[in-house]
């Protein structure tokens, strides 16, 4: 049984066959999903919401990300969103400064912000801003509250960055690169206690189907590599994040694995 800690099934690129994704994840051992809800940015906030009441085995997350800081949000909003029952998470908030979409002050203004209003983990978005990001959490975050760094595309310096305020690392389809040997190496030392996988799907779909369109099903991929590097087997893999997850975002049992008459 595994979890996708973060996909993004709203994606157009899943217009013409979303029902079939998602089947196709439950057939292959994806208990649940995460619906991460930044979708196109605002005004809509709510992206992950919708795919989250629709499904029961969906969890979703709010949030503005770092390429559309530059849009206007109501700040009230996001805060009443965070309550909503099946939001675990703000996200993906953070800074992206490869493709500056939205200029870094702006960045930076809107991440602070967010951080400001959540009151549930954050889950993080970093992209060749290593440095700004762990100032900025560490300014103006709680580690207590946990947090998630997603898709972690760091070496161990940052793993350990990342560990010592608190987050997990969470790990995609990057992990099955053969270049990507410095992630590699963070997912091998990393303690069993604070890794996750995700697939950021419809994007970095792992080895053997890197190039193609991602989803939750190709998440065992990752998974096996994982246990590879760990020299553990996928089910241990499976339970190890599976639990990590509950106790960071669930914070309690699951009760249920039944799946929904919708689907």
Not at 132 to 159: N, V, Y
């Amino acid at each position: 049984m595994l979890i996708d800690s973060h996909c993004h099934l709203d994606s157009d690129q899943f217009d013409a066959d979303r029902e079939q994704v998602i089947e196709r994840a439950l057939n292959a051992g994806v208990s649940h999903m995460v619906a991460i809800g930044t979708g196109n940015g605002p005004p809509d906030l709510e992206a992950g919401i919708r795919l989250a009441e629709k499904y029961e085995f969906f969890y979703a997350t709010v949030g503005v990300h770092p390429h559309d800081a530059s849009k206007q949000f109501d700040e009230n909003r996001l805060s009443d969103l965070t309550q909503h029952p099946k939001v675990i998470a703000v996200g993906e908030i953070g800074l992206d400064y490869h493709y500056d979409f939205s200029p870094r002050e702006t960045q930076q203004a809107v991440f602070i912000r967010q951080m400001q209003i959540a009151k549930k983990p954050i889950v993080i978005h970093t992209r060749e801003a290593w440095d700004d990001t762990i100032k900025l959490i560490r300014e103006h975050w709680d580690p207590q509250r946990g947090g998630i760094m997603h898709c972690f595309s760091g070496g161990p310096e940052e793993a350990m960055r990342a560990l010592d305020l608190g987050f997990y690392l969470s790990f995609g389809g990057i992990l099955t690169f053969p270049k990507a040997v410095q992630v590699q190496a963070s997912a091998k030392a990393a303690p069993s206690d604070r890794i996750l996988l995700e697939t950021d799907a419809p994007y970095l779909a792992p080895v053997p189907k890197r190039g193609k369109r991602n989803e939750p099903a190709l998440m065992v991929h990752t998974a096996q590599k994982l246990a590879d590097l760990r020299d553990e087997s996928i089910d241990n893999i499976s339970l190890i994040t599976t639990e990590n997850f509950r106790r960071l975002l669930i914070q309690q049992p699951e009760t249920s694995n039944q799946k929904p008459t919708n689907c």
